[in-house]
């Protein structure tokens, strides 16, 4: 039986970053222009302003 995190990891959240990835290296190369590489991702109410 698959593990259902690593699932929802292998079908939804990795493209999106491959796809985030991908957005970098264009922006990079064309513009110069560097994106942030940290980013957090979380519900409503679940803590991400205590974590900066």
Do not use: F, H, W
């Not at 939804?12 to 110069?32: F, H, K, W």
């Amino acid at each position: 039986m698959a593990n259902p995190l690593i699932s929802s990891y292998t079908e939804c959240i990795r493209p999106l970053l491959n796809a985030v990835n991908d957005m970098r290296q264009q922006i990079i190369l064309e513009e110069g222009v560097e994106l942030p590489t940290i980013v957090i991702v979380g519900d409503q109410s679940s803590g991400k302003a205590s974590i900066v």
